[in-house]
């Protein structure tokens, strides 16, 4: 299996997550989401970049559900 097939490069985690790759940046130097330096390039796992987007629909999902309980 190729590396590229384990890590996404910021722009591509930044079109799977539809953010910029400031953004993608910003979260890595920042610790949200852990990216790797390999040579001169950022690479995130795949496995990494899954997880946090699992867990931003669960939070969303909280979120909405919290929001329809104080509705009624």
Same mark, same amino acid.
């Given at each position: 299996?190729?590396?590229?097939?384990?890590?996404?490069?910021?722009?591509?985690?930044?079109?799977?997550?539809?953010?910029? #790759?400031?953004?993608?940046? #910003?979260?890595?130097?920042?610790?949200?989401?852990?990216?790797?330096?390999?040579?001169?390039?950022?690479?995130?796992?795949?496995?990494?970049?899954?997880?946090?987007?699992?867990?931003?629909?669960?939070?969303?999902?909280?979120?909405?559900?919290?929001?329809?309980?104080?509705?009624?």
């Amino acid at each position: 299996m190729a590396l590229k097939d384990n890590y996404f490069t910021i722009s591509e985690a930044a079109r799977e997550l539809n953010v910029t #790759r400031q953004t993608i940046s #910003r979260w890595v130097a920042n610790g949200r989401l852990a990216g790797e330096k390999i040579g001169r390039e950022t690479l995130i796992s795949r496995k990494e970049l899954f997880e946090y987007q699992r867990h931003q629909l669960t939070d969303t999902a909280a979120h909405q559900i919290v929001a329809l309980m104080y509705r009624q």
